[in-house]
């Protein structure tokens, strides 16, 4: 293998490179338009544009073009789809991942069901021998998408028409399972990694129940509540069903663990096959020692599988947690906009590709990178991600990351009694907002007295002005800052240190770091990784237009909501000529001297991105 082509985007893209570059092998990107400045892009030897990510043709021609020898799919897009893998074998070209037959035979989970069956593998009940509440669910496809829980019989044929509607739209295929519903079960699955020459090794479970609606959010390994009767018969059937398959290169094999069967020793069925690299592989990579990326590109490119199964051993623990742009405390809505500050943490693994001023859709999967720690116990690992994801900043948009903090910090993540279902039973309290306005307005009061508000920040952090009075700084209420006496509001706070964006303030004895960005528009700070923003009509007014010709902007990118003034009216300052809403914060963008207005270019309800012209006021003398 010389010339690797990456069929996929952002954090996979860029680690299969890692990998590729270390073992010597050229590397090809491709990207969309709007991808055209992406890290993997830039990461990569050769890219090439392709018109989509889902585009078969599009794909193979850009390998063919690159001269690639093998493609690498990731997961998503075009991993698990048997046509692609039929092309790109057909160019004369190697998939990183298995046939296009075994893709057939267990990417259907009522196929992969029969399979596993013949292979001695225990199955779901179904049918009759399920009895309620039962799963009904999509046989082909995956994510979460057609499925319905029903608990009594009068709702299952209602039930059963909505799954096979969002099956059918979802993947073309509106056959429908009814299996047994497990109320409280784990989510179990083994890796595997398999060679053409008839070798299959398993590299033990991962635990991924810390998920919501079928979308895992936390993943460990090894899976801390299994018993180890359990543990083997899962990976012993996890081999036993890759082998009876024929199955070639990494595929994970998910189990749905019923802790309450068998008198309270627990009994797992067999769910279904990925097959391909899963997003949760570096907690396994972690435990084991095991580039799995490594093993798929040597197995690729026809060498025997480098270890036996007596090789493979466990040392410690590790957790993921994926980081989504999505408010997680605000019913999980899909984020987008652009980033201003992004401090991943170091001395942990994190792949990711987000950087600092990205603009970030909703056209691709939300997921912006996954934190990853590994501790000599399960608890040493916890800790250590409460810890990666306090230093975990991104500003200029809102993720989920202090909602994994919260999650990870609580006592049930602690006792590892989280089932699937237990984050669509419980909501998970959002932090307060109390220290970080703190935070905030005591660096609002620091920019003040240094004379500094429109250009708040200086290339080594923030500048401290003299001695200040007491100031008001008006967030979404007063809060009164004393720096001198060291106070806000009824608060004693003294400050230790301020660099680079991080301000670490003591507050009622208490040590608070944090990372804060004052800009002209918008308080933003990250504290335990949430991010809070603060509306600051104190400056919106006097900042949000440049003053020295009356061009008034977007402050950032979001939706025109109302437009207050035509062409050649007159306007007082202060006065509020247009209203834009982002990131589901109001901003009423204020005339910033008496005068006419000169040009109306916004309308309501449109898109604008950061600094699209809005607006000029000429002023009236």
């Given at each position: 293998m010389?010339?690797?082509l990456?069929a996929n ?6 680690r299969?490179?890692r990998?590729a570059?270390?073992m010597?092998?050229?590397t090809?990107?491709?990207?969309t ?6 890290p ?5 030897d050769?890219?090439?544009r392709?018109e ?11 390998a063919q ?8 799919p990731?997961?998503g ?7 692609f893998?039929?092309?790109?074998e ?5 998939l990183v ?7 057939d035979?267990?990417?259907?989970k009522d196929a992969?069901r ?16 399920a009895s309620f ?6 046989a082909?496809?995956g ?26 739209s979802?993947?073309g ?8 519903y497990?109320?409280?079960g784990?989510?179990?699955e083994?890796?595997?990694?398999a060679d053409a020459?008839g ?14 609606r ?5 993943e460990e390994?090894?899976?801390p509540?299994i018993?180890?009767e359990v ?7 996890a081999?036993a ?16 663990l019923d802790?309450?069967a ?7 069925y ?18 084991t020692?095991?580039?799995l ?6 197995v690729?490119d026809?060498e025997?599988l480098?270890?036996?199964q ?5 040392t410690?623990?590790a957790?993921?947690?994926r980081?989504?742009?999505?408010d ?6 899909p984020?987008?906009g ?12 994190v ?7 990205q603009v ?6 939300p997921?912006?990178g996954k ?7 399960r608890e040493?690992?916890?800790r ?12 200029g948009l ?5 909602f ?5 910090a609580g006592d ?15 909501e ?5 907002a109390g220290l ?8 609002s009061?620091?920019?003040?007295a240094?004379?500094?508000a429109h250009h708040p ?11 200040p ?11 009164v ?5 060291g ?8 400050q ?20 804060v ?25 006097d900042h949000?237009v440049d003053v020295?010709d009356?061009?008034?902007?977007a402050p950032?990118?979001g939706t025109?909501?109302d437009v ?7 306007v007082?300052?202060?006065q509020?000529?247009?209203v ?5 914060m109001e ?10 207005v000169?040009r109306?270019?916004?309308t309501?309800?449109a898109?604008?991105?950061?600094g699209?012209?809005?607006?000029e006021?000429q002023?009236?003398?």
């Amino acid at each position: 293998m010389h010339t690797l082509l990456i069929a996929n985007r952002g954090e996979i893209a860029l680690r299969v490179m890692r990998t590729a570059r270390r073992m010597g092998i050229r590397t090809v990107a491709i990207f969309t338009d709007a991808d055209v400045t992406a890290p993997h892009v830039r990461a990569a030897d050769e890219a090439r544009r392709v018109e989509s990510y889902l585009d078969v043709e599009a794909v193979v021609a850009a390998a063919q073009a690159a001269g690639a020898d093998a493609v690498h799919p990731g997961y998503g897009f075009l991993s698990e789809r048997s046509a692609f893998a039929r092309a790109v074998e057909a160019a004369g070209i190697t998939l990183v991942g298995p046939t296009a037959e075994v893709m057939d035979a267990m990417g259907r989970k009522d196929a992969a069901r029969e399979i596993a069956v013949a292979a001695g593998v225990p199955v779901v009940p179904t049918g009759d021998d399920a009895s309620f509440p039962v799963l009904v669910k999509a046989a082909a496809g995956g994510g979460g998408k057609g499925m319905r829980i029903v608990r009594d019989e009068s709702e299952l044929e209602e039930a059963r028409a909505a799954a096979a509607r969002e099956a059918r739209s979802a993947f073309g295929d509106d056959t429908i399972l009814v299996e047994k519903y497990v109320e409280r079960g784990r989510h179990i699955e083994v890796q595997v990694m398999a060679d053409a020459h008839g070798n299959v090794v398993h590299l033990f479970e991962r635990d991924c129940s810390t998920q919501r609606r079928h979308q895992k959010v936390l993943e460990e390994a090894p899976a801390p509540t299994i018993t180890p009767e359990v543990r083997e018969l899962v990976t012993s059937s996890a081999v036993a069903l890759a082998a009876h398959v024929g199955y070639r290169n990494a595929g994970t094999v998910e189990f749905l663990l019923d802790p309450d069967a068998n008198g309270g020793t627990g009994e797992a069925y067999f769910l279904e096959m990925n097959t391909r690299l899963q997003v949760e592989h570096p907690v396994t990579e972690a435990i084991t020692g095991y580039d799995l990326v490594e093993l798929q590109l040597r197995v690729a490119d026809g060498e025997p599988l480098p270890i036996t199964q007596d090789d493979v051993t466990v040392t410690g623990h590790a957790i993921e947690a994926r980081v989504y742009a999505e408010d997680s405390f605000g019913g999980f809505l899909p984020q987008a906009g652009r980033t201003s500050i992004v401090r991943w943490p170091d001395g942990v693994r994190v792949d990711h590709a987000l950087e600092p001023e990205q603009v970030v859709s909703t056209s691709y999967d939300p997921m912006l990178g996954k934190v990853i720690v590994h501790g000599a116990t399960r608890e040493d690992a916890r800790r250590a991600l409460v810890d990666a994801l306090d230093r975990t900043a991104i500003l200029g948009l809102t993720t989920n990351t202090g909602f994994l903090r919260a999650l990870v910090a609580g006592d049930e993540f602690r006792d590892a009694t989280i089932d699937t279902a237990w984050l669509d039973r419980h909501e998970v309290a959002p932090p307060d907002a109390g220290l970080p306005r703190v935070l905030v307005a005591w660096v609002s009061a620091m920019l003040a007295a240094a004379g500094d508000a429109h250009h708040p920040f200086q290339s080594d952090g923030w500048r401290s002005g003299a001695d200040p009075a007491p100031t008001i700084v008006e967030l979404d209420r007063p809060v009164v800052v004393d720096r001198y006496a060291g106070r806000v509001d009824d608060l004693a706070v003294r400050q230790v240190s301020a660099a680079n964006h991080v301000l670490t303030l003591e507050v009622a004895g208490e040590l608070v770091s944090a990372v804060v960005n004052v800009q002209p528009h918008v308080a933003e700070v990250a504290h335990h990784g949430q991010r809070f923003v603060f509306e600051r009509p104190d400056v919106f007014g006097d900042h949000a237009v440049d003053v020295s010709d009356g061009a008034i902007v977007a402050p950032m990118p979001g939706t025109v909501l109302d437009v207050r003034v035509a062409d050649g009216d007159r306007v007082e300052a202060g006065q509020v000529l247009v209203v834009v809403e982002a990131m589901k914060m109001e901003l009423a963008l204020k005339a910033p001297f008496d005068g006419t207005v000169a040009r109306v270019a916004a309308t309501t309800g449109a898109q604008v991105a950061l600094g699209h012209p809005l607006l000029e006021v000429q002023p009236h003398d």
